[in-house]
């Protein structure tokens, strides 16, 4: 997925919380925001350019920043809920940032983690698209192998959860 791809998906999946989302896509929404929130500093920074104290007692939070902040909140929300998806693991996993400081570190590697190859109770895998019918089924089988993979991975999951 290429960047203008993955904004254009980021805008889309506003609030789509259910599926998957590529590394490629959550790392390019990544740069897309840290360059945005600069754009937005750099736009507040001119507006209080009289009261620079007043801008630093604000913490560099503009009115252009907040609107900003508001806007992309819940799309970021839901980017990362479908990235650890794609790794497999539950929305659950985000309150894991309220521990400080390793909270942020373990999302940052689980968001480093490559996709999983085979389709998960999230949906199917992108590997598979891309890659071909070779690597979804390289023994040359019917897709019931991905099936069994599937039904492998529920089994683990213990009863009426949802993890």
Not at 25 to 46: K, P, S
Not at 59 to 76: C, D, E, K, N, T
Not at 116 to 141: I, M, Q
């Amino acid at each position: 997925m290429d960047f203008g791809t993955a904004i254009k998906s980021f805008w889309t999946n506003y609030v789509n919380f259910k599926g998957r989302a590529r590394r490629s896509e959550y790392w390019f929404i990544a740069l897309f925001l840290f360059l945005t929130n600069l754009a937005t500093t750099v736009i507040d920074g001119a507006i209080f350019a009289d009261d620079v104290a007043l801008f630093l007692e604000t913490g560099g939070w503009g009115p252009v920043g907040v609107l900003w902040s508001i806007a992309v909140f819940l799309p970021s929300l839901a980017v990362i809920v479908r990235r650890l998806h794609d790794t497999g693991r539950s929305a659950w996993w985000l309150l894991i940032a309220l521990v400080p400081l390793a909270g942020a570190i373990v999302l940052f590697v689980f968001a480093l983690f490559g996709s999983d190859p085979v389709a998960n109770r999230y949906g199917p895998s992108h590997l598979e698209e891309t890659v071909g019918e070779d690597f979804a089924n390289p023994s040359g089988s019917d897709s019931s192998t991905n099936r069994n993979r599937l039904s492998y991975l529920e089994q683990d999951a213990p009863e009426g959860s949802d993890f």
